[in-house]
């Protein structure tokens, strides 16, 4: 009888002891599998932080400055974006993954592309687009213009970020929300 309880008493530490480790891992997964329907997002990309993003709506309109996720639209330009791996898989209309990037222009605003971005004459921090992609492949950049009705214009500071410095604006309607950071870790 000795021998039996202490058995139990032994395979009851052990298990005490695995099974922390195990649900955490448990709950790790479903955040992984569940984590688009909660709102949660996971980053891989280096544009933002990697880790963990919820996706949050705002109080009011959006507005320049905002820190967002958005799918991109299922245009050519972000086929062959997709192709070259500069997009991932996803929930998004075409399969893209959503894209975090700040709002730096809106509806009416004027863009210029040279060495650097201007956004109604003023020239945008950490904006100068790249002419090869890591690969050596050339880069086309968006053409500039005016930012039309119902559209925005993406960046990230990140020197090597796919932004609208390449496929102009899009549909303010791909807007998903807010990306407020859970869990990240910045390299």
């Known amino acids: 009888m000795t021998f039996l309880h202490d058995q139990r008493r032994q395979t009851s530490r052990i298990w005490r002891r695995v099974s922390l480790p195990v649900a955490l891992i448990a709950a790790l997964l479903a955040l992984i599998v569940t984590g688009g329907a909660l709102g949660y997002r996971i980053n891989l990309t280096p544009s933002e932080p990697l880790g963990i993003w919820r996706i949050q709506m705002p109080e009011g309109p959006y507005k320049i ?17 997709f192709d070259r791996g500069y997009l991932r898989s996803g929930i998004c209309p075409g ?10 222009a809106m509806s009416s605003q004027r863009i210029e592309i040279d060495r650097l971005v201007r956004i109604d004459g003023l020239a945008l921090p950490h904006s100068a687009p790249a002419q090869l992609d890591g690969k050596g492949r050339s880069l086309r950049r968006f053409s500039g213009g005016t930012v039309p009705t119902g559209y925005v214009f993406l960046h ?32």
Do not use: N, Q
Not at 98 to 103: A, D, E, N
Not at 162 to 184: E, M, N, Q, W
């Open 65 to 81: 400055g905002d820190l967002v996720f958005v799918c991109p639209p299922p245009t050519p330009t972000m086929r062959e974006a």
């Open 95 to 104: 399969g893209y993954a959503p894209l975090i990037k700040t709002i730096v």
């Open 156 to 187: 990230s500071g990140f020197i090597g970020s796919f932004d609208s410095r390449y496929f102009g604006p899009v549909p303010a309607s791909g807007v998903l929300g807010l990306a407020k950071a859970v869990l990240t870790y910045a390299p």
